[in-house]
């Protein structure tokens, strides 16, 4: 069958906005049926398909993989089949994206799910990227209940950040970007408030959650709320200092004093305590396990030399004011005024 590259238009006009990603592909061959200008509708190989980028949003597509649905659709046939057999994309200043259809195209490329003959696509052309993300998240919240892990992994892929160690590589990272940047977890926050936007809070403390991955944190002691401590302290002080820190904390390094505790031993009693008392976990814990983590850090950073803050503890550490901490990252970060964060 003749197939022809979907051609140029010239109604699409450029944008300010964040670039499109630079791998997507330009001109794929299709073999158009039908252009009413705004839509498009052609056929196209599943090798085509496959080699078309994923929107930059798009969710762990292996994890996805496993979904019920879809070992279900391996035993596809009939209209059900022809249904799987169409897929929706995207065209923005020349490049194409696929908008649903990844984990397919996924099974597709491992031979797990059989091969149609040609797949039937439908291309909407976008004027900009915000148009592009709008058009995903129709798509998307069709099919899949998009969950924050979703978000946040999407804002990985965003950023072109590759977390190795075993505590951010997952993506649950909701909880500790809330209180990083509103002191609290989304239920503690005013309704009046947005949802913070989690693609762009990732964004945001890309730098931080690299260093991070660098002492390969556990997910115990890294409860969201130490976490939410680390990315304010890496974002405030010197990373190299608060990396020492943290690395003592993930390797049980406090010390005692003549009953005494250092500050990073008071951290870790609190998380015993509250592993102990099951609390760790709860997400209404977190913000105040962030508050006295950053308080054991305050202190640490000063050294035991300081007056101002007594390094060897007897009892339990307080937890430090958070607001004034979140307006000096969000004022270093340059997004004091945005809602969305």
């Given at each position: 069958?003749?197939?022809?590259p979907?051609?140029n238009?010239?109604?699409?006009g450029?944008?300010?906005?964040?670039?499109?990603?630079?791998?997507?592909?330009?001109?794929?061959?299709f073999r158009?049926?039908?252009d009413?200008?705004g839509v498009?509708?052609?056929e196209?190989t599943?090798?085509a398909?496959?080699?078309?980028p994923?929107?930059?949003?798009?969710?762990?597509?292996?994890r996805?993989s496993?979904?019920v649905?879809?070992?279900?659709a391996?035993?596809a046939?009939?209209?059900v089949a022809?249904?799987?057999?169409h897929v929706?994309?995207a065209?923005?200043e020349g490049n194409?994206?696929?908008?649903?259809g990844?984990?397919?195209?996924y099974?597709?490329?491992?031979g797990?799910?059989p091969r149609p003959?040609l797949l039937?696509?439908?291309?909407y052309?976008?004027s900009?990227?915000a148009e592009?993300?709008?058009?995903?998240?129709v798509?998307?919240a069709?099919?899949a209940?998009k969950?924050?892990?979703d978000q946040?992994?999407?804002?990985?892929?965003?950023c072109?950040f590759?977390?190795?160690?075993k505590?951010?590589?997952h993506?649950?990272?909701n909880?500790?970007?809330?209180i990083?940047?509103r002191?609290?977890?989304?239920?503690?926050?005013?309704?009046t408030?947005?949802e913070?936007?989690?693609?762009?809070?990732?964004a945001v403390f890309k730098p931080?959650?690299?260093l991070?991955?660098?002492?390969?944190?556990?997910p115990?002691?890294f409860y969201?709320?130490v976490?939410a401590?680390?990315?304010?302290?890496?974002?405030?002080?010197?990373?190299?200092?608060?990396?020492?820190?943290?690395?003592?904390?993930q390797?049980?390094?406090?010390?005692r004093k003549e009953?005494?505790?250092?500050?990073?031993?008071a951290?870790?009693?609190l998380?015993?305590?509250?592993?102990?008392e099951?609390?760790?976990?709860?997400?209404?814990r977190?913000a105040?396990l962030?508050?006295?983590t950053?308080?054991?850090l305050?202190?640490w950073l000063?050294?035991?030399e300081t007056q101002r803050?007594?390094?060897?503890?007897?009892?339990?550490?307080?937890a430090v004011?958070l607001?004034?901490?979140?307006?000096?990252v969000?004022f270093?970060?340059?997004?004091?005024d945005?809602?969305?964060?």
């Amino acid at each position: 069958m003749s197939r022809k590259p979907l051609g140029n238009r010239s109604g699409l006009g450029r944008t300010a906005e964040p670039a499109p990603d630079p791998n997507a592909l330009s001109e794929p061959s299709f073999r158009v049926l039908a252009d009413t200008g705004g839509v498009t509708t052609a056929e196209m190989t599943v090798d085509a398909w496959i080699a078309l980028p994923h929107h930059p949003h798009q969710r762990n597509t292996v994890r996805h993989s496993r979904a019920v649905h879809l070992k279900q659709a391996k035993q596809a046939a009939g209209a059900v089949a022809n249904h799987l057999a169409h897929v929706v994309a995207a065209r923005l200043e020349g490049n194409y994206y696929k908008i649903d259809g990844h984990t397919r195209s996924y099974l597709w490329e491992q031979g797990k799910l059989p091969r149609p003959a040609l797949l039937h696509v439908t291309i909407y052309q976008v004027s900009s990227r915000a148009e592009l993300d709008a058009l995903y998240e129709v798509f998307d919240a069709s099919t899949a209940a998009k969950t924050r892990y979703d978000q946040v992994y999407g804002g990985y892929q965003e950023c072109g950040f590759q977390p190795q160690s075993k505590r951010l590589r997952h993506g649950f990272l909701n909880d500790a970007l809330n209180i990083a940047l509103r002191g609290g977890i989304r239920g503690q926050q005013s309704r009046t408030l947005p949802e913070v936007n989690l693609y762009r809070a990732v964004a945001v403390f890309k730098p931080e959650l690299e260093l991070l991955d660098r002492i390969n944190p556990e997910p115990r002691p890294f409860y969201s709320g130490v976490v939410a401590a680390a990315l304010i302290g890496l974002t405030l002080y010197p990373p190299d200092r608060v990396l020492d820190f943290f690395k003592k904390l993930q390797g049980g390094e406090g010390n005692r004093k003549e009953g005494r505790s250092d500050p990073v031993d008071a951290v870790l009693n609190l998380i015993q305590q509250m592993t102990l008392e099951k609390r760790a976990a709860q997400t209404t814990r977190q913000a105040e396990l962030c508050a006295r983590t950053l308080r054991g850090l305050l202190t640490w950073l000063a050294g035991p030399e300081t007056q101002r803050n007594q390094y060897w503890l007897k009892t339990s550490i307080h937890a430090v004011a958070l607001e004034p901490l979140l307006e000096q990252v969000k004022f270093k970060k340059g997004i004091q005024d945005d809602p969305m964060l």
